[in-house]
């Protein structure tokens, strides 16, 4: 079956976006213990690019099946997960693209490069970093991964803050401020 991209966020209710969120079914990595463990020679590129041993991935379909394996450790390593082996990947700042922001209902949902959406809440906070002079914003993904907010989807989350009056936002009942601390 061909891949159907998800609606435009800015289309969707708060209920049609979290329908979206609950009908991606992901491999459950944290149930799984794998034997064995390697070097997948990936990397993901700060622009959200993805590579096999030099070479760019050029099927959205392959980056978004590894993109559903992708988890982060404690120690903030990035790994390939499946049933049977664990394999390291290299991330040069963080596993996803935040590439739109929309709010709704008191919600912020986000669009992926890989066409995932999460909602900023207490399972997924913004987290600015960097400075207040050059500050960088997150959001937590899943399995401890982050996607970076793009520069358009930053300036989207900037003007949501200042119509709310500040430089913060608040998403699902959590305030998260834009300034890094």
Same mark, same amino acid.
């Given at each position: 079956?061909?891949?159907?991209? +998800? =609606?435009?966020?800015?289309?969707?209710?708060?209920?049609?976006?979290?329908?979206?969120?609950?009908?991606?079914? %992901?491999? =459950?990595?944290?149930?799984? /213990?794998?034997?064995?463990?390697?070097?997948?020679?990936?990397?993901? /590129?700060?622009? &959200?690019?993805?590579?096999?041993? &030099?070479?760019?991935?050029?099927? +959205?379909?392959?980056?978004?099946?590894?993109?559903?394996? !992708?988890?982060?450790?404690?120690?903030?390593?990035?790994? %390939?997960?499946?049933?049977?082996?664990?394999?390291?990947?290299?991330?040069?700042?963080?596993?996803?693209?935040?590439?739109?922001?929309?709010?709704?209902?008191?919600? !912020?949902?986000?669009?992926?490069?890989?066409?995932?959406?999460?909602?900023?809440?207490?399972?997924?906070?913004?987290?600015?970093? &960097?400075?207040?002079?050059? +500050? /960088?914003?997150?959001?937590?993904?899943?399995?401890?991964?982050?996607?970076? !907010?793009?520069?358009?989807?930053?300036?989207? !989350?900037?003007?949501?803050?200042?119509?709310?009056?500040?430089?913060?936002?608040?998403?699902? &009942?959590?305030?998260?401020?834009?300034? =890094?601390?």
């Amino acid at each position: 079956m061909p891949y159907e991209p +998800p =609606p435009e966020l800015a289309s969707l209710s708060l209920a049609e976006i979290a329908a979206q969120v609950d009908a991606r079914k %992901l491999p =459950p990595l944290d149930q799984w /213990a794998p034997a064995s463990e390697g070097i997948s020679e990936m990397r993901i /590129a700060a622009d &959200g690019r993805w590579y096999h041993q &030099g070479g760019l991935i050029t099927r +959205p379909a392959m980056v978004r099946a590894f993109a559903s394996l !992708l988890m982060r450790d404690a120690a903030g390593r990035h790994w %390939l997960v499946t049933p049977h082996e664990k394999l390291s990947i290299e991330v040069e700042d963080a596993a996803f693209i935040a590439v739109d922001v929309t709010q709704e209902s008191g919600a !912020l949902a986000f669009r992926l490069n890989t066409d995932d959406i999460v909602l900023a809440g207490p399972d997924n906070p913004i987290i600015a970093r &960097g400075d207040p002079d050059l +500050p /960088a914003l997150y959001i937590a993904v899943r399995h401890g991964t982050e996607a970076r !907010l793009n520069r358009s989807t930053y300036g989207q !989350l900037v003007e949501i803050a200042l119509d709310q009056g500040g430089l913060s936002v608040t998403s699902q &009942g959590q305030t998260f401020t834009l300034v =890094p601390q």
